[in-house]
């Protein structure tokens, strides 16, 4: 029972242009929502989340938007990099700061 | 240090041995996490340790899996009997109250 999906395995985007990684969840109790960020032989780090009483949450070039209607949140990157390539993981929460459920990950590649 | 540290970073082991994997998380941090990325899927959630209160097993797949945490602070991710089906990347993370996960590396665990 997949709670936290992430339905595209990979996306590649050219350098400059955005990049948008979506994630569906099921459990409609989910009330936070972070997005991680995996390099290869590294452990993920933070990126952004989001509490479920807004809409959006902006840090730099790195947006997260959610619809609680329709159980979606989306990643928008822009201008992408090419450090940006990496594997992005979606998480959810019940309570912030309790035990997250991850998606299954997207691998980001940022061409130049 | 400053950030999570687990070990060993590799282990090879014989099917049916074994093994034990530390997490020292950071100094300070109430709740520890344990999961699991195994080839091409996302972060399986293992067991989560929240100070003083009894641990959330729910996501060991099965009774050869134990974790401890002693003291409050390291934990030790035990499997028993292993099986190459256990093979994978063990992830540790830490938190303090309502605080962001901070992973480690890993331990890549391959079961021959």
């Known amino acids: 029972d997949q709670q936290v999906k992430q339905n595209s395995p990979s996306l590649s985007v050219q350098e400059g242009r955005i990049s948008i990684l979506n994630c569906d969840y099921t459990?409609?109790?989910?009330?936070?929502f972070l997005w991680y960020k995996k390099y290869p032989a590294e452990g993920p780090t933070f990126l952004i989340s989001?509490?479920?009483?807004?809409d959006k949450n902006e840090d730099g070039r790195f947006t997260v938007f959610l619809n609680k209607s329709a159980k979606h949140l989306s990643l928008h990157i822009v201008p992408s990099q090419p450090g940006d390539s990496a594997v992005y993981f979606c998480?959810?929460?019940?309570?912030?700061?309790?035990?997250?459920?991850f998606g299954a990950g997207t691998i980001l590649r940022v061409k130049s | 240090g400053a950030g999570v540290s687990q070990s060993p970073s590799n282990k090879v082991t014989e099917k049916g041995k074994d093994v034990e994997l530390r997490c020292d998380p950071i100094?300070?941090?109430?709740?520890l996490y344990w999961y699991r990325q195994s080839l091409g899927q996302g972060l399986e959630f293992l067991i989560y340790f929240q100070g003083n209160s009894a641990p959330d097993k729910s996501g060991l797949p099965s009774d050869r899996f134990s974790a401890e945490r002693t003291g409050g602070s390291v934990s030790t991710l035990t499997i028993q009997r292993t099986q190459q089906e256990d093979s994978a990347v063990y992830l540790c993370?830490?938190?303090?109250?309502?605080?962001?996960?901070?992973f480690g590396s890993g331990t890549r665990l391959t079961v021959v």
């Open positions: 998480a959810a929460s019940k309570v912030e700061g309790n035990k997250l459920v």
């Open positions: 100094s300070g941090h109430t709740a």
């Open positions: 993370a830490s938190s303090s109250a309502g605080g962001g996960y901070t």
């Open positions: 459990n409609s109790m989910f009330d936070y």
């Open positions: 989001i509490s479920s009483i807004k």
